[in-house]
């Protein structure tokens, strides 16, 4: 269910301290290339570089087809590269909607030309995204589907939400939901509490997030099926995921970068870049999200990349669109601020980026061992390097992190055997 | 050879009251009642401004806020010109951005925004070279509808610093409520947020107010500031409170309802016999009209100040604070 464009194979050889938590490594290894395959691990002398399994982001807008001024399979997937991605997982809110086999079809076609890294696209829970109509899911996952979601929008309606749980066991791929219930978000630009109300700005309660979170999971429970919930942002939200983890629900979840670095203090710049759906929350809610990744009930770390075209960021604050983008400044955004502070654990990060996100989307999983394709990315956990809009490969430029210093830069990036980005 | 230009004045702005001190704060009210002094006499019109201009950019509806920094503009001698989204090139898409930076080529000295998006002044400080004056963006800032109640406010009672201010009504989508406290807490003031749970923002009493849904606790304090009830927010769907007919029951600030020796505030435009009785709107308690006045020279003031510190002489027509 991961497309790229065709082509051969690489032999080469890295040498680092090996950090693959899922194969329990970390020493000083060589890493033996051949034709895309991991040949041999030999004890290596001491050095600075960290080589781990490349990361999976389960959650990108490549925003094709439609806007491909914001975003290519080619940029995109360039972008991921330089941040290290062996594999990403495309959204469907793309215009027309990915929810027909005939539109999968031609995405699958043109990253087969155009995609540097694998690429998995997600189709549609529903007919063009509008909550009434399920999808064809088992025809969709035939043709390739590697999850269903409705992402940006939620499915309202918890009858239709039912009928996706009882019907994906025919599709066979995961469900990924986007909590959002609309009546309560409604009008909002910034979650609600002491920021949004000195701003001005339209509160976007964290119930609107955590609400939709209690009923999707209690309909897994009653079902019987596993779901996954997309860019999770507020403390209540965690915490019933908790609980229902606890008893027994196959549920898994992410967060992203920016919910984990930043609060919603960030907004008082009222800079478009600092807007995002869900919107970031308070430090009690950022805690329980850390806290949440650190102990693995959040376990994969998703970018939510979501290219913009400038002049539609350009704008005041509440005109502005949701969404950042994030492919390229992911693993350096949490090590500064994660890992080096004492937060989070290298090899845990390292984990929630890679492993993690593979399992959770039911994705082949990179490995570091004899025998399996080589998915690797080199880091210099050293660097020090200026995020910068010239910089990116992405078409877009709306980081919130522009102008920043961060520590820790992806130097090579190896997706299914292929030497795919070296700095 | 080009010519070296002087470097570029530093550039003012009045973007947010939490950009003032009870310095500047007191300052602009001294500079107002200077000014105020001087247009008592025959000649209505000072020089200070002569050969700046002044744009007025408005995006939103606007009478009183629009024709007091016209009309503060021009007895300064500035030369001014508003430009209304209506009949621009607004109307035709152009940006803000594109917008602001097309004013910018005109070389203006103060552009004052007034837009229904929050952020919008900070947007056209960052885009053109100009002084930019925040006359209201979306709910978030209207600082100098706060100075000029400030200004009223101290010419009416003596003083500002231990008044109890009562602002009542819907909080939730008014920038003047959020300027006003501010403004009242930098001059050692406190005020007090009464209406509906619906209409009061969650968290804002961090910005240092009370906060209460009992129309009773107004009788404590020495002005009743009373919100204009904005009509628009009772459309379908977006019914904050059952009907206008119980929240002028619950909050209808009736002349039962003002103790004796209280004064009433109202921003304008007002619906009488909505959030204020007729009866109370004409009575010697309200400072409406005392208001608008000190819009006039409130603004002047904030002109004057923006545009006078970074010049290279400093004027002489007026006695200056």
């Known amino acids: ?423 | 050879m080009p010519e070296l230009l002087p470097p570029a004045p530093p550039r003012r702005h009045l973007l947010s009251v939490r950009d003032l001190t009870r310095d500047d704060i007191e300052r602009l009210l001294k500079t107002a009642r200077s000014l105020s002094g001087s247009l008592e006499g025959q000649v209505k019109k000072l020089p200070t401004l002569r050969g700046s201009t002044v744009v007025n950019l408005f995006y939103e509806a606007s009478t009183r806020t629009l024709a007091s920094f016209e009309l503060a503009a021009k007895r300064l001698s500035a030369d001014t010109m508003s430009i209304r989204s209506s009949g621009s090139s607004a109307e035709k898409g152009e940006s803000l951005k594109d917008t602001a930076q097309t004013l910018a080529a005109y070389d203006p000295d103060v552009i004052v925004v007034r837009h229904p998006s929050a952020g919008a002044p900070q947007l056209v400080a960052r885009w053109t070279g100009a002084n930019v004056i925040n006359a209201g963006d979306g709910k978030h800032q209207h600082p100098t509808q706060a100075l000029l109640d400030l200004y009223a406010l101290e010419e009416a009672l003596g003083r500002l610093e231990g008044l109890h201010v009562a602002i009542v009504g819907d909080v939730l989508h008014s920038r003047v409520a959020r300027s006003l406290v501010q403004a009242l807490g930098l001059v050692g003031a406190h005020s007090t947020l009464i209406g509906p749970p619906t209409l009061i923002p969650r968290g804002i009493e961090a910005l240092g107010c009370e906060v209460s849904s009992d129309i009773a606790d107004a009788a404590a304090a020495d002005v009743v500031y009373v919100l204009r009830m904005q009509q628009e927010r009772m459309a379908a769907g977006e019914a904050f409170v059952p009907s206008l007919r119980e929240y002028t029951a619950l909050y209808g600030i009736t002349p039962e309802r003002v103790r004796p020796g209280q004064v009433v505030m109202h921003p304008g435009p007002m619906n009488r016999g909505v959030e204020i009785d007729p009866r109370v709107a004409d009575s010697e308690a309200a400072l409406v009209t005392d208001q608008v006045r000190a819009g006039l020279v409130v603004r002047m003031a904030v002109l004057y100040d923006l545009s006078t510190v970074a010049r290279v002489s400093a004027p002489v027509a007026m006695e200056v604070a």
């Open chain 1, 1 to 423: 269910m991961l497309f790229c464009r065709n082509g051969g194979s690489d032999s080469l050889t890295l040498e680092g301290r090996v950090v693959a938590p899922a194969q329990g490594i970390d020493e000083c290894l060589r890493i033996t290339v051949t034709d895309g395959v991991i040949s041999a691990l030999e004890s290596a002398i001491a050095n600075p570089l960290v080589i781990a399994p490349a990361f999976v982001d389960p959650h990108v807008h490549l925003r094709t087809p439609g806007r491909e001024d914001e975003e290519t399979l080619r940029s995109g997937t360039e972008a991921a590269a330089a941040g290290g991605y062996c594999a990403i997982l495309a959204m469907p809110n793309t215009e027309p909607v990915v929810d027909s086999a005939s539109v999968l079809g031609s995405l699958v076609a043109r990253s087969r030309s155009e995609a540097v890294v694998p690429t998995g696209f997600m189709a549609a829970i529903s007919k063009r995204q509008e909550g009434e109509e399920l999808s064809e899911l088992a025809e969709l996952a035939a043709a390739g589907a590697a999850a269903f979601t409705d992402d940006g929008r939620p499915v309202v309606s918890a009858g239709l939400m039912r009928r996706a749980l009882q019907y994906s066991a025919l599709a066979g791929r995961p469900l990924a939901l986007h909590c959002e219930e609309p009546t309560l978000s409604r009008g909002g630009h910034a979650h609600e509490g002491e920021v949004s109300a000195e701003l001005g700005l339209g509160p976007y309660p964290s119930t609107a997030e955590s609400l939709m979170v209690e009923r999707d999971l209690a309909l897994a429970a009653a079902e019987d099926r596993p779901l996954h919930l997309m860019h999770l942002s507020a403390r209540e939200s965690v915490a019933a995921l908790r609980r229902a983890r606890a008893d027994g629900v196959a549920a898994t979840a992410e967060t992203t970068p920016h919910h984990l670095c930043l609060t919603d203090e960030a907004v008082r710049s009222l800079d478009p870049n600092l807007k995002m759906n869900p919107p970031l929350r308070g430090h009690e809610d950022r805690r329980a999200l850390r806290d949440a990744l650190r102990d693995g009930t959040i376990g994969a770390v998703a970018t939510d990349h979501a290219p913009h075209a400038r002049h539609e960021k350009d704008v005041p604050f509440e005109e502005a669109p949701f969404g950042v983008i994030g492919l390229e400044t992911a693993f350096a955004s949490l090590y500064t601020q994660l890992v080096i502070p004492g937060e989070l654990p290298l090899e845990t990060l390292l984990e929630r980026m890679s492993t993690g996100p593979a399992r959770a989307l039911r994705v082949p999983e990179p490995r570091i061992e004899v025998g399996a394709r080589a998915n690797l990315v080199v880091l210099d956990l050293e660097a020090r390097w200026q995020v910068a809009e010239a910089g990116f490969r992405s078409l877009s430029a709306n980081s919130w992190l522009l102008g920043q210093m961060l520590r820790g830069r992806v130097l090579r990036t190896v997706a299914d055997g292929r030497e795919v980005f070296s700095a």
